[in-house]
């Protein structure tokens, strides 16, 4: 998110108005429907008292039709997939912090222009943290994790304000593990600017759709799994709450609602078979569904493979568009498929005479996972743009244990990948 250059922009302000007039500064809590927190928001109002600044109203031209209130308004949207946090990836940022807890930043910190350009920054964190359970990353056994919070600190940091948690690993650590984790997110929210769904502690949680106002656009987020790894009985008597794709019912009220209270709506969709390119049908039955209920986003994922993409039309002409999967956004999987990821990168636009949503200059900025051997050392991810062939000839995939089927890793296989998943239309190798 563009925060500090606005923070920055405030302080230029408020010194300017200390210099020159006076200041009346009023905070307000607005509530963001993150578990009950509180999103503050700043209003900074500047008054110039010099005699020299204060302008005569008579003098204006009456003629000049306002724009102001009929002006487009503009939200530039970056999305991110799974940050999975195998074992080889804490390790790495155990080594980076030299024996004193975890440095995940490092890894991220090549991807940092693109979040923080961005005005609203989503990624799916597919791990839970839960501090009184111990750190997992499959760890070469049981695919269950368990990430430290240094986690957290890292892509809060980095500049992403929404966090998607309805995944099929919520329940890796059972009940008392998601409830920590839902807890901990919860008193992320209370003390930084994010939004945090897709798991809850309660029905009427679910039920409280999250929403934020960006550039004066309301934008309303959901999020729903497809399943929970087997573990999903374990929610029957329990308060906690995960909403599932088969409750097309609850999805569908969802949408429409918060069709009702939000200019745009963008939902986050766990589903799919894992290590595939193939669409299935289901899911693309499924996502007209929610563009014909509102959605005007959906951010696919859980594949672990990066995915097409395509606008879908509802019956009155208007269009939603679909992600179906963003596949990883970091990992120590060791099949190439499983390294390049997909960030969409797209600019909503409200009409201001209209009120009508539209998607401009849709597309994805590839990302690649890169490590080196042996142990999956140096581990960074990079755009597709800071990428190169020598980085490519240097990755450790085709020598990572245990290893992968699909091993074969160089240039023109990131290419091959990424013209198999990408449409050309919506590739963004620039960026």
Same mark, same amino acid.
């Given at each position: 998110m563009k925060l500090r250059k606005k923070r920055a922009a405030a302080a230029l302000s408020i010194l300017l108005a200390l210099t020159f007039g006076t200041i009346s500064c009023a905070v307000k809590k607005v509530g963001t429907g993150d578990g009950g927190s509180q999103e503050p928001e700043t209003s900074v109002s500047v008054s110039v008292t010099d005699e020299a600044d204060i302008a005569d109203p008579s003098a204006e031209d009456a003629t000049q039709p306002s724009t102001q209130a009929n002006a487009d308004k503009h939200v530039h949207v970056v999305a991110a997939g799974d940050n999975l946090i195998h074992y080889s990836v804490f390790m790495n940022a155990k080594q980076l912090a030299g024996g004193n807890g975890y440095d995940f930043k490092p890894l991220y910190e090549n991807m940092r222009y693109i979040v923080e350009?961005?005005?609203?920054?989503?990624?799916? &964190? @597919? +791990?839970?943290? /839960? &501090? /009184?359970? %111990?750190?997992? =990353?499959?760890? =070469?056994? %049981? *695919?269950? !994790?368990? /990430?430290p919070p240094e986690v957290a600190d890292a892509v809060?940091? *980095? =500049? !992403?304000?929404? !966090? +998607?948690?309805?995944?099929?690993?919520? *329940?890796? !650590? =059972?009940? &008392?593990? *998601? &409830? @920590? /984790?839902? +807890?901990f997110w919860n008193d992320k929210a209370k003390t930084n600017d994010i939004t945090v769904l897709g798991a809850y502690l309660n029905e009427e949680d679910a039920n409280n759709i999250r929403v934020r106002e960006v550039n004066g656009v309301r934008m309303a987020f959901l999020a729903y799994a497809e399943h929970i790894n087997g573990f999903d009985e374990l929610l029957n008597g329990s308060p906690l709450r995960v909403i599932k794709n088969q409750e097309e019912d609850v999805i569908e009220r969802q949408i429409k609602q918060a069709r009702q209270i939000a200019d745009v709506v963008i939902v986050s969709a766990h589903w799919g078979g894992e290590d595939t390119f193939e669409v299935t049908q289901d899911r693309k039955i499924l996502a007209q569904k929610m563009v014909n209920w509102g959605a005007d986003v959906i951010l696919g994922g859980h594949t672990h493979t990066p995915q097409t993409m395509e606008w879908l039309t509802r019956d009155d002409g208007t269009k939603g568009f679909v992600f179906y999967s963003m596949g990883n956004f970091i990992c120590a999987q060791t099949d190439n498929f499983n390294v390049i990821g997909e960030m969409p990168d797209f600019d909503i636009t409200i009409d201001g005479e209209t009120n009508q949503v539209k998607l401009e200059n849709v597309g994805v900025i590839p990302s690649i996972v890169h490590y080196e051997s042996p142990d999956f050392q140096n581990m960074k991810l990079y755009p597709y743009s800071k990428y190169t062939p020598q980085l490519a000839a240097q990755h450790g995939l085709p020598y990572a244990v245990p290893r992968g089927t699909y091993t074969e890793f160089n240039w023109d296989v990131i290419n091959n990948i990424i013209d198999t998943a990408i449409p050309k239309e919506f590739q963004k190798l620039d960026k």
């Open positions: 350009d961005a005005d609203v920054a989503i990624i799916n &964190q @597919e +791990t839970i943290i /839960s &501090q /009184s359970n %111990p750190v997992k =990353g499959a760890d =070469g056994g %049981p *695919l269950i !994790f368990n /990430s809060i940091d *980095l =500049g !992403f304000d929404v !966090f +998607t948690m309805a995944n099929n690993h919520l *329940l890796d !650590f =059972g009940l &008392q593990g *998601l &409830q @920590e /984790s839902i +807890t």
